[in-house]
């Protein structure tokens, strides 16, 4: 199958891509989720008073505020997940696929993907992968959601790293982690965590993506390859808001 | 040697000289969800080497990820109590919903019982020689790895990696191939708790990577109202829930006629127990031995208790690999049963308990030797028979609402004891003791034909009818042309109304005289305004579907398939019914009647099927 454009990862960025190029636009991401990085991550975002370029992220801003995601002093993204997946819909995403490889050939890349049907492999003259990669990441967090029914309970140790994001009932704690750890190091460090909280907390939520800190100079091309991790954007808007620039104009 | 993988849907097989492994395990587990978490947590107990490879970050699959909190029909017996009680306790000191504890806890058993643990990978390909699996090719995010393995368990739900060795697989139901509707759960916030809903989103087939991202992409686009009753909400959660799968051809594969007919395995595994629940709408599509039971007797709610042989885990023809995950070797019907979290957890312990046998004696799968396993599962509960009786009724609450109260079923054996229960709102028992009697019963239930009670009189014609006897046609024609709208009061849910049920057993008689009846329900645009679909909860309080018409669905569905039956049966009606069924179904203005939900909903695309199944009878009979 060919395509002028492969994007890596269903990201809000890439979700700003398929929306400007449309048909010829292909994207591949491994997870069964899309928007993961800000919506599964508990990363709420910030610097909402920026101005958004395109029209296609003012339609996606006033969305959000139909959901109530800027309603009193927190941020809360969760309810935004619909109208985020709707831009999904109709477009070329694939789901729960692999990246196997991506190799350079003439006029382009192939690009070869494993999912539920096996191998796939796909031709485009552009690839952009809106993923975040080790090599790119400043800092890391695995956050967490956790509240309290009694009125007068003992505060958080001091040394946790807490924000009022989400719902007002909830402290969201971000467990930090080494940049090169993966999820099984970052869920032992939450374990060891909500074992020092005091009794009368409990755990909501536990994000199941990282929150990512990239370092600066993003995006960036590299090899003919573009790499615009959309978790380096301060809001799922502003994320969105480059990736349709870029499909129109294609400047980073 | 050779690697077998899949490729653009079909599986290729390639003659390799040799592979360098760079890793070697008595077992690899693909697929750390429900079943296969537990199984590397016991594996490893058994003192294998074992490595569990997993595509998302986290274990615990449906009962994490897919937000399952609580099982269906738990009972007790089996390693799994154990482990969940590790994650019960974490969850009473520490989390607002147990998904939570599952994944910290379950992942630190794996880890702390000398498992290995690969997220974000999966199995790309099967090194075999000859029939027999001896390796994997896996992809993690740090590169490509070439695992050697004595055992490959398949835990991935869909049979992935059995389908990528080779192994033939079944999927769906026999009259149209599709599987039941999946659900997407929600986790929702109520106050500071944490609550999650489990509504039907639509049909996917899993198998086709585009289908499956069309369908995940829609079920969190579209905010079903009753996805979000009874709180704020907060995500969806990763997977969503996918009722049924790949089943492989096993070395025994276990069948719902030859459970009804008690013809049971001699070497069981584990007895499932659940009711034969079949989620979708479309119960006239789920054939004759199930229609029997679920419409014919109206016992669609009643659990049933299945033994399953272990040999219900290896596919056929290949060794060195067994599933442990709902595409056992049983047939789709058993598969309504088989499938929930309580069963999958035993067969877990019962593929740990193989695999770990087979290692041990160097033995093939198929050939370890059963009383060994056996001795091991009656030891661990797992085998243990959790109730007297194979039929039960069982549940919170009835249909109406009011407690239910768990009873054995013992039915009846004297074709002189029909008669009571006939003349009640509950025949179902009666009637399906009828089908177990053969025809011993028929002339006493010829009598009953000629009651004055009506109940009697027309639940005799169903008595007679499921054993294939005509006797009470004349009834039975009788109450479909009045639209009887009598909802019989047997089950807890997925009660039937006394008219579809007539229509069925027309359709099972292949009646042609009740052919233009059975047009005019599905035909006729006033044909909703009846008072039969006035009920509002033919099927149940407890589950009623907001802008679903399901009486009226229940009946012309019904009417299709009875109609498709009689037509095959007597094909001077093919005509006429390809033209009936071109003039009704033509528009799909029909759908609008049936429901004004999305065609992509489960019942929206309920409604849209009959359309599929209608024109398929049509080309299939050239027409």
């Given at each position: ?252 | ?172 139901r026999k009259f149209d ?76 594969v276990v069948k719902l006629e030859d459970v009804f007919a008690e013809r049971y ?10 009711d034969l629940d079949k989620?979708g709408w479309d119960i006239a599509m789920d054939g004759t031995t199930l229609g029997d039971w679920a419409i014919g007797a109206n016992l669609g709610a009643y659990n049933v208790m299945i ?24 047939d789709r019907d058993v598969?309504t049963c ?51 009786s194979y039929y039960r009724i ?5 249909y ?7 009873e054995n079923v013992t039915f009846m054996t004297e074709a002189e004891a029909l008669e009571a229960k006939l003349a009640t709102e509950k025949p179902g028992e009666a009637i399906w003791s009828a089908k177990r009697m053969g025809t011993m019963a028929n002339e006493t239930l010829k009598g009953l034909l000629h009651s004055a009670d009506e109940n009697t009189r027309k639940h005799a014609a169903f008595a007679l009818a499921i054993s294939g006897d005509d006797s009470g046609i004349e009834i039975l024609r009788a109450m479909v042309k009045e639209r009887d709208p009598l909802m019989l009061k047997d089950c807890r849910k997925h009660n039937q109304q006394r008219g579809c049920m007539a229509i069925y057993f027309l359709g099972r008689l292949a009646d042609v005289e009740i052919a233009d009846t059975l047009i005019e329900i599905f035909s006729?645009?006033?044909e909703?305004?009846r008072p039969a679909y006035?009920l509002?909860?033919a099927m149940g ?9 399901n009486e009226y669905f229940q009946f012309i569905s019904n009417a299709v398939i009875a109609l498709i039956r009689i037509a095959d049966a007597h094909p001077q009606l093919q005509k006429k019914t390809a033209?009936a069924f ?28 009959l359309?599929?199944v209608a024109?398929a009878a049509?080309?299939r009979w050239?027409?």
């Amino acid at each position: 199958m060919n395509y002028d454009v492969i994007v890596i990862g269903a990201t809000f960025a890439a979700a700003g891509l398929v929306q400007a190029y449309g048909d010829k636009c292909l994207v591949l991401e491994r997870r069964p989720q899309a928007g993961y990085e800000f919506l599964n991550a508990a990363k709420f975002g910030t610097d909402y008073d920026k101005a958004l370029a395109s029209d296609e992220a003012k339609a996606l801003y006033a969305k959000f505020v139909e959901k109530n995601a800027f309603d009193g002093e927190r941020i809360c993204l969760f309810d935004c997940a619909g109208p985020f997946y709707s831009l999904l819909e109709g477009k070329n995403v694939l789901l729960n696929m692999e990246i196997v490889s991506v190799e350079k050939i003439d006029g382009g890349f192939e690009v070869t993907a494993h999912g539920v049907s096996g191998y796939r492999t796909f031709t485009a003259k552009k690839v952009i992968d809106t993923t975040v990669h080790n090599d790119m990441v400043e800092a890391k967090t695995l956050n967490l959601l956790v509240n309290t029914d009694e009125e007068n309970a003992a505060a958080l140790p001091a040394d946790l790293k807490t924000e009022k994001w989400g719902y007002e009932e909830d402290i969201l704690i971000k467990c930090a982690v080494a940049a090169n750890d993966g999820y099984i190091e970052a869920r032992r460090a939450v374990a060891a965590l909500i074992d020092t909280l005091p009794a009368e907390y409990r755990v909501a939520f536990v994000a199941d993506c990282f929150d990512y800190e990239v370092k600066s100079g993003y995006p960036v091309e590299k090899d003919g390859i573009v790499y615009m991790p959309s978790c380096a954007y301060k809001n799922p808007l502003l994320a969105f808001d480059a990736g349709v620039l870029y499909a129109k104009g294609g400047v980073l | 040697m050779y690697i077998s993988e899949v490729r653009n849907e079909r599986v290729i097989k390639t003659e390799i000289e040799s592979v360098v492994f760079d890793g070697q395990y008595d077992v690899l587990v693909s697929g750390l969800g429900t079943a296969g978490s537990m199984a590397a947590i016991m594996l490893a107990e058994n003192g294998l080497k074992v490595l569990g490879v997993e595509a998302f970050n986290c274990v615990g699959g449906t009962a994490t990820i897919g937000g399952l909190q609580t099982p269906y029909f738990d009972t007790p017996g089996g390693r799994y109590a154990a482990i969940d009680g590790v994650a019960k306790e974490h969850h009473r000191l520490h989390t607002r919903n147990i998904i939570e504890s599952r994944k910290l806890e379950f992942e630190r058993l794996i880890l702390q019982r000398g498992a290995q643990i690969w997220y974000e990978s999966s199995v790309l390909g099967i090194y075999m020689e000859h029939d027999t699996v001896v390796g994997a090719r896996v992809i993690t995010p740090e590169g490509i790895h070439h695992i050697k393995t004595k055992v490959i368990l398949d835990a991935t739900g869909d049979a992935y990696t059995v389908h990528m060795a080779g192994c033939a697989t079944e999927y769906g139901r026999k009259f149209d191939g599709l599987a039941q509707p999946y659900s997407m759960v929600s986790s929702l916030r109520t106050g500071t708790g944490v609550r999650t809903t489990n509504c039907d989103f639509g049909r996917v087939d899993q198998r086709d990577d585009k289908g499956l991202s069309e369908t995940l992409i829609f079920s969190r686009a579209y905010e079903m109202e009753e996805d979000r009753n009874g709180g704020r909400f907060m995500l969806h959660m990763p997977l969503i829930g996918i009722r049924e799968g790949r089943r492989i051809l096993a070395e025994e594969v276990v069948k719902l006629e030859d459970v009804f007919a008690e013809r049971y395995t001699k070497e069981p595994m584990f007895y499932a127990y659940a009711d034969l629940d079949k989620h979708g709408w479309d119960i006239a599509m789920d054939g004759t031995t199930l229609g029997d039971w679920a419409i014919g007797a109206n016992l669609g709610a009643y659990n049933v208790m299945i033994p399953v042989s272990y040999k219900a885990l290896i596919p056929k023809g290949v060794d060195g690999i067994l599933v442990a995950c709902r595409a056992l070797g049983v047939d789709r019907d058993v598969a309504t049963c088989v499938r929930t979290m309580p069963a999958m957890k035993r067969v877990a312990e019962a593929a740990a308990d193989i695999a770990t046998l087979a290692v041990r004696h160097g033995c093939a799968l198929r050939d370890i030797p059963y009383a060994e396993l056996r001795a091991m599962l009656s030891e661990s509960g797992c085998l243990k028979k959790p109730y007297d009786s194979y039929y039960r009724i069982d549940g919170w609450k009835n249909y109406d609402g009011t407690p239910l109260v768990p009873e054995n079923v013992t039915f009846m054996t004297e074709a002189e004891a029909l008669e009571a229960k006939l003349a009640t709102e509950k025949p179902g028992e009666a009637i399906w003791s009828a089908k177990r009697m053969g025809t011993m019963a028929n002339e006493t239930l010829k009598g009953l034909l000629h009651s004055a009670d009506e109940n009697t009189r027309k639940h005799a014609a169903f008595a007679l009818a499921i054993s294939g006897d005509d006797s009470g046609i004349e009834i039975l024609r009788a109450m479909v042309k009045e639209r009887d709208p009598l909802m019989l009061k047997d089950c807890r849910k997925h009660n039937q109304q006394r008219g579809c049920m007539a229509i069925y057993f027309l359709g099972r008689l292949a009646d042609v005289e009740i052919a233009d009846t059975l047009i005019e329900i599905f035909s006729d645009e006033d044909e909703i305004k009846r008072p039969a679909y006035k009920l509002a909860f033919a099927m149940g309080t407890r589950y009623k579907i907001k802008d679903f018409q399901n009486e009226y669905f229940q009946f012309i569905s019904n009417a299709v398939i009875a109609l498709i039956r009689i037509a095959d049966a007597h094909p001077q009606l093919q005509k006429k019914t390809a033209m009936a069924f071109r003039a009704a179904f033509e528009d799909e203005t029909y759908c609008k009647r049936i429901t004004q939900r999305p065609p992509m909903s489960s019942e929206g695309g309920m409604a849209r099927h009959l359309k599929k199944v209608a024109y398929a009878a049509i080309v299939r009979w050239g027409q």
